[in-house]
């Protein structure tokens, strides 16, 4: 299996655009996660999703954000309208109950909102 | 989410054994102790997890305390690819969502 894959692994955009990021799942795994990084804040679990479901989404910052999981292999998460304090990596993580809910994470995507 | 603290960084030299120390006094009997770590410019990577007996794999040993109130991440052999931030993680059984923490860096010398 490849992996968690997140795209893109970098973008760069102004403030005021929107901004979608995508992550696709390990093949099987049911749960996926959303997660944010900064230096201020650390890693910040943002929503999370069991079978396309959104479980937990008190971590999403504000309406700006907005997550969606339309099929077992995809999800994404749309920033609108992006502000410079959204500047973070993000990651996207799976899991499976199966597996001890050991979490798998993607390679992150770095947002830089000028 | 009960809470976990860990040194904010340690040094250890290469080939040596590292012992790295979480308290979670406020541990529920249900909750499951995970270790993730996290190299440089990568996402965090599972490690070890446990709940009352020690556990060991091929990265690395968990010995928790008796009490639970405490753990230690045992890396027995550290190398400069050890270096990285650790994290102690409570995950509250059954939920599948885990809390991080500001973590453990760990730097590895010559």
């Known amino acids: 299996d490849a992996g968690v894959i997140q795209s893109p692994r970098h973008e760069v955009t102004e403030m005021g655009q929107e901004v979608t990021l995508r992550c696709k799942p390990i093949s099987g795994h049911d749960y996926l996660f959303w997660y944010r990084q900064t230096m201020m804040r650390g890693l910040e679990l943002l929503i999370y999703f069991n079978n396309n479901v959104p479980i937990d989404d008190s971590g999403m910052p504000e309406d700006r954000f907005s997550a969606k999981m339309p099929n077992a292999s995809f999800s994404t998460l749309k920033i609108q309208p992006s502000e410079p304090r959204d500047s973070a990596v993000y990651f996207c993580?799976?899991?499976?109950?199966?597996?001890?809910?050991?979490?798998?994470f993607g390679p992150g995507t770095r947002l830089t909102v000028t | 989410d009960a809470k976990t603290t860990q040194p904010n960084s340690m040094e250890s030299n290469e080939e040596e054994p590292v012992h790295l120390p979480c308290n979670h006094s406020?541990?529920?009997?249900?909750?499951?102790i995970h270790w993730y770590r996290q190299l440089p410019s990568q996402g965090p990577e599972y490690v070890i997890h446990?709940?009352?007996s020690n556990v060991n794999n091929r990265m690395a040993s968990l010995a928790i305390a008796e009490d639970r109130k405490s753990s230690t991440l045992i890396l027995h052999r550290a190398t400069l690819r050890d270096a990285a931030v650790y994290y102690c993680i409570l995950r509250e059984y059954p939920a599948s969502k885990l809390t991080f923490g500001t973590g453990t860096r760990l730097q590895v010398t010559l």
């Open positions: 993580a799976s899991s499976s109950q199966v597996d001890s809910y050991e979490q798998y």
């Open positions: 406020t541990i529920s009997g249900t909750d499951y």
């Open positions: 446990g709940l009352t």
